[in-house]
């Protein structure tokens, strides 16, 4: 089964940028698919961006589509997710999951989960 581990969280200002990282071990990585979720403050967590196993497939949340882009290494078993332009209501704790149902819009369909790097976007 495979673990995850993110980072690349921090405090950014509107308008600037991050990349997070999600690492993956053990032996299934190129047999998932990956969604990074995200949880705002007071908000339930939810899905922002996936990427299918192979990295031919992605699918973009309304709110971030045009500043969000993600991305995987094979070599490195890592999921990328590169944020730009961003705004405050993209606070929150960023989570990769692992599901065998590309995109899965239901959470008890994930496999692994890591254990969250916080965004804060603040001025």
């Known amino acids: 089964q495979v673990q995850l581990v993110e980072s690349g969280g921090g405090l950014v200002q509107p308008g600037g940028s991050l990349e997070l990282s999600c690492v993956a071990s053990?032996?299934?990585?190129?047999?998932?698919?990956i969604t990074w979720f995200r949880q705002a403050p007071g908000k339930e967590r939810g899905g922002v961006v996936c990427i299918s196993r192979d990295g031919g497939q992605t699918s973009y949340a309304t709110s971030v589509k045009g500043r969000f882009t993600i991305s995987r290494d094979k070599s490195s078993n890592t999921v990328y997710l590169r944020m730009n332009n961003l705004k405050y209501e993209d606070t929150g704790i960023y989570s990769c999951?692992?599901?065998?149902?590309?995109?899965?819009?239901?959470?008890?369909?994930?496999?692994?989960w890591g254990q969250g790097t916080q965004v804060t976007v603040s001025s």
């Open positions: 053990g032996d299934s990585f190129d047999s998932v698919h």
């Open positions: 999951a692992a599901t065998r149902k590309y995109c899965a819009g239901d959470q008890q369909d994930y496999e692994a």
